[in-house]
């Protein structure tokens, strides 16, 4: 699938933090894993202090986020932390675009993208699945009692 060139990917501000809270507490995983308000705005904050953080605008509007670090949070490589879509918005290819810019910086300076993805998440690991992401772990009864987090991992092809 081409992305559609009314995607656009921006780096995050405080701004930014209410439309991410609005897309991630609307959605599994992070409804399951019991995401607060409150979780939701540190995650933010702190990916933007000490990570980066990213948007995708479908023709003006927030429709997506990724949440990332480089050089800590994994060892071995980068580590996306959090990446969703607005329910309206997908399938157009934001989620790719969101990754590519994720990889794109993260490839720079590590030879692996790291991630975890829970083990009820079936359209996310056929999702990463979909982008060349390899099961390589499996972390039991990790955030709830019962699901998985399974490790996944993308490796720098040069
Ligand atoms: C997972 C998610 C981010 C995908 O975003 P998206 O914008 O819908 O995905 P895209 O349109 O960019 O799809 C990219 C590729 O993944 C594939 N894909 C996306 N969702 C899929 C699904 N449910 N099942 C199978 N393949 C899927 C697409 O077919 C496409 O493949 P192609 O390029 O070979 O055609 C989105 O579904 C989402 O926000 N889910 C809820 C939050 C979540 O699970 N986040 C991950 C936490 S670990």
């Known amino acids: 699938m081409s992305i559609d060139p009314r995607i656009k990917i921006r780096k995050a501000s405080e701004n930014d933090i209410k439309d991410i ?63 969703a879509v607005d329910r309206r918005f ?18 720079r300076y590590r030879r692996n993208v790291f991630l975890l993805v829970s083990s009820f998440n079936y359209d996310a690991i056929r999702f990463y699945r979909s982008l060349g992401y390899e099961f390589v772990g499996e972390i039991k009864d990790a955030i709830v009692e019962g699901f998985s987090e399974y490790i996944f991992r993308k490796k720098r092809s040069f």
């Open 90 to 107: 997908r399938g157009k290819g934001v989620g790719k675009a969101l990754m590519r810019y994720a990889e794109e910086i993260i490839f």
């Open 21 to 83: 809270c609005r897309i991630m507490l609307s959605t599994d995983p992070y409804v399951t894993l019991g995401y607060t308000e409150d979780m939701c705005v540190d995650t933010v904050l702190s990916g933007l202090e000490e990570g980066w953080t990213a948007v995708a605008e479908y023709e003006g509007e927030v429709v997506g986020f990724i949440i990332f670090r480089v050089f800590d949070g994994f060892p071995l490589g980068g580590y996306i932390r959090a990446l």
